[in-house]
């Protein structure tokens, strides 16, 4: 428990995050196993399209991190509960919210268009707990957007960050490779540069994510679905707007957004590009793509390489812009 000086100390308060780090890594390690036999021995599972067997793999695996995430914080409060601020359990709603329109969309398939329209509207509870306006611009300098930030951007960006993570997503654990080094520079940032107290949650997240990504990673044990890719996502963009983080956060989904442009084209040009879901596994281990025109299938579609590099590749990307927004100023 906190006591006296030790509350208001450097000391303290690493001693705090690694805790909210390895009570949820922790769980998830020991719970993960018997999830995933649960999840198949109940026919919750899809086929693996990168493989040439096309196993069938227990999917959903993105409500177990969310709730050994809330689990985590929850018993955490019994000894931190003085530290824990009310937006963590705001930014909890917000995440549960986009989280029960992923497994919605993974029932009926609701689409893209309706699902932006109705996320916008999940991310106002967000609003009264933003604690600043002030966007750092390049050139510009800081700059007090305050409406437009308030009503405008805080419920734009969460969803649109959403669902840029769950686009970018189909090899063996890429989705929650990528998010895992998102959340974990974002985390490392508010460390530096913002209030870790208002993202607690996030670090909880963040240690569930990290325990979870060991079962999705080639060869994948579990996929975490829709649920996954737009709770975390959810998180990443709550991260990024309580904690005003918006053109470095920019800068870390770069990757992201030049995957969503990609696909925007592909979709202006389906008479030369036909639509295609998935690539498929060459007799020699290889990735064999349609088209060059997602990022994951950039490289494998001009040089020959498996689904495991290729992955390994994206992470690289985004963790060369994740540095990059991490030593964005503001």
């Known amino acids: 428990m906190a006591f006296g000086f030790l509350e208001s100390s450097e000391s303290y308060l690493n001693l705090m995050l690694i805790v909210f780090l390895i009570v949820p890594f922790s769980f998830m390690m020991f719970a993960m196993p018997y999830i995933i036999k649960k999840i198949k021995e109940n026919g919750h599972v899809v086929r693996d399209m990168y493989k040439k067997t096309m196993p069938e793999v227990p999917t959903n695996g993105g409500l177990p991190i969310l709730i050994v995430a809330i689990f985590s914080l929850s018993i955490l409060t019994l000894f931190y509960a003085k530290n824990i601020t009310p937006i963590n359990y705001t930014i909890i709603v917000v995440v549960v919210l986009f989280a029960l329109f992923g497994l919605l969309d993974d029932l009926v398939n609701i689409g893209r268009p ?44 969460v969803p649109v960050v959403a669902n840029l993570v769950n686009m970018h997503s189909g090899l063996n654990g890429l989705a929650p490779g990528l998010s895992l080094i998102v959340l974990a520079t974002l985390v490392f940032k ?17 240690g569930a994510v990290a325990a979870y990504f060991w079962f999705e990673k080639y060869p994948s044990r579990i996929f975490w679905g829709n649920v996954g890719a737009l709770s975390i996502g959810a998180a990443i963009g709550c991260m990024i707007v309580t904690q005003g983080f918006i053109i470095s956060g920019f800068i870390m989904l770069i990757p992201h957004t030049v995957n969503f442009l990609l696909y925007v084209y592909w979709r202006l040009n389906t008479r030369k590009y036909p639509m295609a879901k998935f690539g498929k596994e060459r007799d020699d281990g290889t990735v064999e793509v349609p088209n060059p025109l997602t990022l994951k299938w950039v490289l494998p579609y001009y040089f020959r390489m498996t689904e495991r590099t290729s992955g390994y590749c994206m992470y690289g990307v985004t963790t060369l812009f994740c540095m990059i927004g991490l030593f964005y100023p503001g």
């Open 114 to 157: 309706a699902k932006l329209i109705l996320l916008y509207y999940c991310s106002y509870p967000l609003i009264p707990f933003v604690t600043t306006t002030f966007i750092l611009f390049p050139l510009i300098g800081s700059v007090d957007l305050s409406i437009i930030y308030l009503q405008f951007i805080i419920p734009t960006y």
């Open 190 to 206: 508010a460390y530096f540069f913002g209030n870790m107290y208002n993202a607690l949650f996030i670090v909880c997240l963040t």
